[in-house]
């Protein structure tokens, strides 16, 4: 935990098992960090990225309002589930600022995908580091996501910073989570099951 908590707070790039599937992540404030996960990955950074958050509380910090719906959902829910909420507190094109999200982790509409882990690792890191972390699947755009960490790229590996113990693997579901995304008039709309 030690040495991946430090690899975030100096602005480089994760390789870690969440919840769901191996990621790649980084600091989701820190738009240079961001930058190179587009470029590990070989995506094109008008799509943008899933990130994770401790709580709720940590969620608002960087939303203009959470729609009464997501509160329900978070609690509810049981399944790995991501949320777009519209009103992304984000830093403005090429600047940064730690008190807002990436300018590159944000869609052009202005929402941004959250989800609270259920894994422990996931939830204790987001936590220490004060910020959210981008989780994006630890493969080249277009690729199978990897359900377990022998299932990654050799490549991908090479290209970040740090990675995880890889015992700290522990059931992952090895499939993304569903993803929904919510207006705040109360629209709903189910983007990925």
Do not use: H
């Amino acid at each position: 935990m030690t040495k991946v908590l430090e690899t975030l707070r100096d602005g480089g790039v994760i390789l870690y098992p969440t919840d769901t599937i191996w990621g790649i992540g980084c600091d989701a404030t820190n738009p240079d960090s961001v930058a190179r996960i587009y470029e590990i990955k070989k995506r094109s950074d008008s799509k943008s990225l899933v990130l994770l958050a401790s709580d709720l509380d940590m969620v608002a910090r960087y939303i203009d309002t959470i729609p009464e719906m997501a509160i329900d959902l978070v609690e509810v829910n049981d399944a790995p589930m991501t949320i777009i909420y519209p009103g992304a507190r984000a830093a403005a094109k090429g600047t940064a600022d730690r008190r807002l999200l990436a300018w590159n982790t944000v869609a052009e509409d202005g929402s941004v995908g959250i989800r609270i882990p259920a894994s422990g690792f996931c939830k204790e890191l987001c936590m220490k580091l004060g910020r959210p972390i981008v989780s994006t699947s630890a493969n080249i755009s277009g690729e199978p996501s990897p359900a377990s960490f022998k299932d990654i790229p050799e490549a991908i590996k090479a290209a970040v910073d740090c990675i995880a113990d890889p015992s700290l693997e522990s059931n992952p579901t090895g499939k993304a989570s569903q993803i929904i995304k919510l207006g705040l008039d109360g629209e709903v709309k189910i983007i990925r099951m």
